[in-house]
C-alpha cells in the first residue's frame, strides 16, 4: 500500500524535523518542500515578500509530481490553503496531509532562532493568515507537534492504521 503523506503548516511549525522522522519511522523518503521551489521564489521570500498563488500553483505541482512518483515518501510543504491541497491531491490523490498546530508565539520564537533558513520572520503573519486549517473530508490528521515523538507516531498510526490515533489531537 502506497504511502504518501505531506507534513503541513506555517514556516517554523517543525515540517522538516517532523517529517525527517516520520519518514524515517515509516521506512520512506524524505523530501524538504522548499528544495522543490523555483530559485523566484525562494528570492521572492527571502526578500520578505509573500508568495502569490501565480508563484505557488507551479510549486505546489512539482510538490504532487514528487509525491505521485515513489510509494512511499514524506514531504514537507507548507499547503496552508485548501486550494494548495488540492492542487498537490490533482497528482496525488491518495495524500495523507498532518498539520502541525503551532501558535503564533511559538513560531515567531522558532523563526527568530534560524539562521540558515530564506524564510524571514516578516513572512509570519502573511502565513498564518492564509493559513486554513484541515476541513472535515480531507484525508489527515491535526497534530501538536511539541513532542516530535509522538507527533510521528500519532501520524504514523493514522497513516498506516496500525492502532486508532489519539482523537484529542485531531
Not at 508563484?55 to 510509494?71: F, H, Q, T, Y
Not at 514537507?76 to 491541497?85: D, E, G, I, P
Not at 498506516?160 to 484529542?168: K, P, V
Request: proline share 6%; glycine share 8%; with cysteine.
Amino acid at each position: 500500500m502506497p504511502v504518501r503523506v505531506v507534513v503541513m503548516g506555517p514556516s517554523g511549525s517543525g515540517k522538516s524535523t517532523v517529517g525527517a522522522a516520520l519518514a524515517e519511522a515509516l521506512g520512506a523518503r524524505f523530501i524538504d518542500g522548499d528544495d522543490l521551489h523555483p530559485l523566484t521564489n525562494v528570492d521572492k521570500m527571502a526578500a520578505g515578500i509573500p508568495l502569490d498563488d501565480v508563484d505557488r500553483m507551479p510549486w505546489l505541482r512539482e510538490v504532487g509530481d514528487a509525491l505521485a512518483a515513489d510509494d512511499r515518501v514524506v514531504i514537507a510543504c507548507s499547503a496552508l490553503r485548501r486550494v494548495y491541497r488540492d492542487a498537490i491531491r490533482e497528482s496525488a490523490p491518495d495524500a495523507f496531509f498532518a498539520e502541525l498546530r503551532v501558535g503564533r508565539a511559538e513560531l515567531a520564537h522558532r523563526l527568530g532562532g534560524r539562521t540558515d533558513h530564506f524564510m524571514p520572520i516578516a513572512l509570519l503573519d502573511s502565513q498564518l493568515q492564509t493559513l486554513e486549517p484541515l476541513e472535515p473530508g480531507e484525508r489527515g490528521i491535526r497534530v501538536d507537534p511539541a513532542a516530535v515523538d509522538r507527533c510521528v507516531e500519532v501520524i504514523r498510526e493514522a497513516v498506516t492504521g496500525d492502532a486508532a490515533a489519539d482523537q484529542s489531537l485531531r
